[in-house]
Structure formats: C-alpha cells, structure tokens
C-alpha cells in the first residue's frame, strides 16, 4: 500500500469594516467565489455569501434642543425653540414635543403646546415657536420645559430592530 499526501492551501481574506463615526444605513453585499486553480471546483450551491453591514453612528440622526435653556420676557410674547438633527440624515422622522409648567401656571403664563415636526431625508432642523403670555401680576422669574417625547422613523413597521448576538442590531432607531 502506498502512501499519499494531500495538500490544501486556503487564503482566507479579510474584508475591513472601518469603525469610523459617519453614519450608515444597513447594506447588503454579496461575496462570490470565483476562480481557482487548475483542477479544483466550486460547489455552485455555496459559491455566494451574503454579508450585511449594521447600520451605524445613528443614520436618521440624534435629536437635541440647539440651547439648553432660553431666557425671555412677557413683552416678547413668543420664544423659538430650535430642535437640531445631528448625525445621520437619512430617512424622515417624527420627532413629538410637548410644554410642561414648572413655575408656571398653562393657559395663564404660557401657551400649551404640543405636536410632531416630521424631519425629511436631509434636514437637520426644525423652530417651534412657544407662545408667552403677558399678565398684569407682578412676579418673579418663572420656568416651563419643552420636552421632546418621542422619536420615531417614518415607514418602520417592515425594519427588524432585534439586538442580537455581541450587541448586533442591523437597524437603529433615531436617538434623542
């Protein structure tokens, strides 16, 4: 009986994924093995691979008041309140707001006001524009919080949100 021996050499490639901080929408490619050397073969059933990249760095954005805080006066009568959208700008986004009385009474220091601003692919900004009320009573400095109360991607239903194995999530919802 003779003896033989059989060798096999494999390259493995490694393809990169750059951990920068631009963000990105899911993408699907797709690996095909093609040509080998003199005498081998390829299984035509597993010749393609399919790779999908996460989506990352928040791709529909990160939503922010453009100030902290904003000082006014009852003769102002209004204050603009500017909603930013950073990161990502993809897809279009409901972004949901809503005043809340600190020191103030609703209706009688301020108007209440709530809504949604829906944001397009591509636009980093929105201006709420809150209503002050001037009275005749004398008073000291008083406050309201505008909120925002939710976030959400427009035409989501179909996106599949999971977190999986090592943290994996192939999709990301905008973030506040």
């Keep these: 009986m003779k003896e ?4 096999v050499l494999v390259s493995v490639t490694i393809l990169p994924a750059l951990d920068d901080e631009i963000p990105e929408e899911r993408s699907v ?8 050397t003199l ?4 299984n035509p059933d ?3 691979a399919t790779i999908t990249m996460a989506a990352s760095d928040l791709p ?4 922010s008041f453009s100030q902290a805080s904003l000082r006014a006066t009852e003769e102002d009568r209004a204050v603009n309140m500017t909603i930013v959208r950073s990161m990502g700008l993809f897809g279009s986004v409901w972004v949901s707001y809503h005043t ?23 636009e980093s900004s929105r201006v709420i524009t809150l209503s002050i009320l001037d009275e005749d009573l004398l008073e000291g400095p008083e406050e309201f ?9 427009l035409n989501a239903s179909s996106l599949d949100f999971t977190v ?13």
Excluded: K, M, W
Excluded at 29 to 36: D, E, G, K, P, V
């Design 39 to 42: 005498g081998s073969a390829i």
């Design 46 to 48: 597993r010749q393609l």
């Design 60 to 63: 529909h954005g990160l939503f």
């Design 145 to 153: 919080f505008l909120n925002i109360t939710l976030v959400e991607l």
């Design 29 to 36: 490619y797709q690996l095909r093995l093609s040509s080998l």
């Design 4 to 7: 033989s021996t059989t060798v």
């Design 164 to 176: 999986r194995e090592y943290g994996l999530q192939i999709y990301q919802h905008p973030g506040v």
């Design 100 to 122: 809340e009385g600190r020191t103030v009474v609703i209706g009688q220091d301020f108007g209440q006001s709530c809504g949604r601003l829906l944001y397009g692919p591509g």
